[in-house]
């Protein structure tokens, strides 16, 4: 197959982009600019004509640069990249954004680090020096993959029998991910093969199993090994972990720093319904799914409309007699025409063979999935109508969801009246459309607002007294995040706990990574930072790695014994977030979610942009410490 034929399989906007990087010709991006609307393919609509124009310069530019008659342009300067990144999504990209896209595509213009991270520690420093990990989820294995990079010992500690962490445990039907692919990924670790826009579980699963085994992982990690206790010991400035193994008996291990990199979705959260333990059937909470109970032919009973229970509902309703569902409010799911489609042998190709394709494509989806809508979930106090929208850009989001939810509902009152929620558009997670709301639609399926009583032998009650008879019911009641590092005992300086300073639901970190008087201690995926506008848990993963090995650099290299979190930094900094969130979506007061802490903080996502957390871990200031 001709180059030719290969581009037109490809996405338009990251073609032109390689096209303008390899030519230098930025006098196209005027030609094409007025055809793209958005960062999707799907905002496209360049004419055939203009296509072809391109297909054709840009074959012939790839054939000449691999013949030797001609050269790649050098690297785009700032005004050009700027005017090259605002034409690829359609929207107007601001100039701060820049320094993180040259980052992201590796790119002249990032800039420079005091500490470069990347740099192996001197080997006589380095030698006495181990890190201990809880956790071989995506996060454990970023850090390990860097470790390993950087020669620095360690171990990963993991409960499980194989990597993966909550992609080995959720196992239920239909369960996927909702962020692009192409950005859901390790950005030194592309895969250039996902069957799909937003591939099943089992997809990511493996990526990561195979990330694991390139960068021969396995022999650093300790499975079946689970961590009870960390205690700091302050004589030896270590940490001493104690972990049950396989066999049941307690293994001790001792690192100069300790990683929690659990997260915060890991420990599923059981409700609280009288008669639970007496139902007669299987029960099976989503993350603990028994792929040995059939479905077919059931009549089930589902408890929760999440993320969760949004993928099992669609995945399952063709298997069984009766899907009842029990929903305690509704969500908010967007449409993307690319939710359920195949990935192109085009755009593969392109993303494996075109120099700066998979860059560019990897910008768009950042853009789309990420703080391109981070404006229209901040609150306007002049708004008249705060307890539905924020905004004006917030209230046409909610119009544009309801028209969808509308259409996929057959304009049927009585189901758009259970299935629109009474809050902003992200008040909650926002969800993807895995055909939900088609799926209400169908003869087999009940959707039901009216609160649970109990639970009986033969099904679940509802307050206005009816008996919804069940042979299996399914908890899609997500995890207790609030909870953080639960079950583990976490002991600090002075015999103080993690539980004793957050209490039950209110964990609080420095940049979601350390805590005062839990020296050598760092967090992946700790408080506020999970993401709720958009962006991607890896992306989030690779900052806190980068700001995790300044930290290990600092200690090693200077021969420091213990770096500890400076009180008033975290005191400050939480503040911060705080009031950052007091006029952001998350915090609406109309709005529970697991996002919130009983008390109302929100204590899980992050209020700040990518780009802001980005550069906040981009470097390490030794003075937010103090060192022994």
Request: charged fraction near 25%; include cysteine; glycine fraction near 8%.
């Amino acid at each position: 197959m001709s180059i030719r034929t290969h581009l037109a399989g490809a996405d338009l906007a990251p073609l032109l982009m390689v096209y303008v990087q390899l030519s230098g010709d930025t006098a196209i991006l005027a030609e094409f600019r007025p055809y793209i609307t958005g960062p999707w393919c799907y905002n496209e609509s360049v004419p055939q004509a203009l296509k072809e124009r391109l297909y054709d310069r840009l074959a012939d530019l790839l054939e000449a640069i691999d013949a030797g008659r001609a050269q790649a342009a050098p690297p785009p300067d700032r005004r050009t990249l700027a005017e090259m990144t605002r034409t690829c999504v359609g929207q107007a990209v601001p100039d701060e954004y820049l320094p993180l896209i040259a980052h992201e595509m590796q790119l002249a213009g990032t800039p420079p680090l005091e500490v470069d991270w990347r740099e192996r520690p001197s080997d006589e420093r380095v030698a006495d020096f181990r890190v201990l990990i809880i956790g071989a989820g995506e996060s454990g294995l970023c850090l390990g993959i860097k470790l390993l990079a950087l020669g620095i010992p360690f171990v990963i500690l993991e409960k499980n029998e194989t990597v993966g962490g909550t992609w080995l445990e959720n196992r239920y039907p239909g369960c996927g991910v909702d962020t692009p692919n192409h950005f859901y990924q390790f950005s030194f670790e592309p895969n250039h093969d996902w069957s799909r826009y937003f591939s099943p579980r089992d997809e990511i699963w493996q990526y990561l199993e195979a990330c694991a085994d390139r960068h021969a992982l396995r022999p650093h990690i300790r499975f079946r090994t689970e961590v009870t206790e960390a205690r700091w010991d302050e004589a030896a400035a270590a940490w001493r972990v104690s972990a049950r193994t396989a066999d049941g008996s307690s293994e001790q291990f001792v690192g100069n720093a300790l990683v929690c990199a659990v997260g915060q979705l890991n420990r599923p959260k059981m409700p609280d319904i009288e008669g639970l333990e007496r139902f007669g059937g299987p029960v099976m909470h989503t993350a603990r799914w028994d792929e040995r109970v059939s479905l077919a032919g059931k009549r089930l009973a589902m408890i929760g409309t999440g993320a969760s229970g949004m993928q099992v509902g669609p995945a399952v309703v063709d298997r069984v007699e009766q899907l009842t569902i029990f929903q305690r409010s509704p969500h908010w799911a967007v449409h993307n025409p690319l939710y359920h489609s195949q990935v192109g042998e085009g755009k593969k190709w392109a993303l494996k063979h075109l120099p700066h394709y998979a860059n560019w494509y990897r910008f768009q989806l950042f853009w789309a999935a990420g703080d391109g809508l981070y404006p229209s979930l901040k609150v306007d106090p002049d708004w008249p109508t705060p307890d539905i929208s924020l905004n004006a850009e917030n209230h046409a989001m909610r119009e544009r969801l309801i028209e969808h939810i509308s259409r996929e509902l057959d304009h049927d009152p009585a189901l758009l009246a259970k299935a629109v929620p009474n809050y902003p558009p992200y008040g909650k997670r926002m969800l993807r459309d895995n055909h939900w709301f088609r799926m209400l639609t169908r003869p087999n399926v009940e959707l039901v607002t009216d609160p649970i009583e109990r639970i009986e032998p033969a099904g679940v009650v509802t307050r206005d007294g009816r008996l919804r008879e069940a042979d299996m019911l399914v908890l899609a009641t997500g995890f207790q995040a609030d909870r953080l590092t639960w079950p583990m005992h976490i002991e600090g300086r002075g015999g103080q706990t993690l539980r004793d300073r957050w209490g039950e639901d209110d964990p609080r970190a420095y940049l979601g990574i350390t805590v005062p008087d839990f020296p050598n201690f760092f967090m992946m995926y700790g408080p506020n930072t999970n993401l709720a506008h958009g962006g991607s848990a890896i992306f989030h993963s690779e900052c806190q790695t980068r700001y995790t090995l300044l930290a290990l650099r600092e200690l090693i290299e200077r021969g420091r014994r213990a770096m500890d979190c400076r009180r008033e930094v975290h005191d400050d900094f939480n503040r911060r977030v705080d009031a950052l969130h007091s006029r952001m979506v998350w915090a609406h007061p109309g709005v529970g979610s697991w996002y919130k802490n009983k008390r109302g903080r929100v204590f899980a996502t992050t209020p700040w942009r990518l780009l802001d957390y980005w550069d906040m871990t981009r470097t390490l200031q030794p003075d937010d410490y103090l060192f022994t």
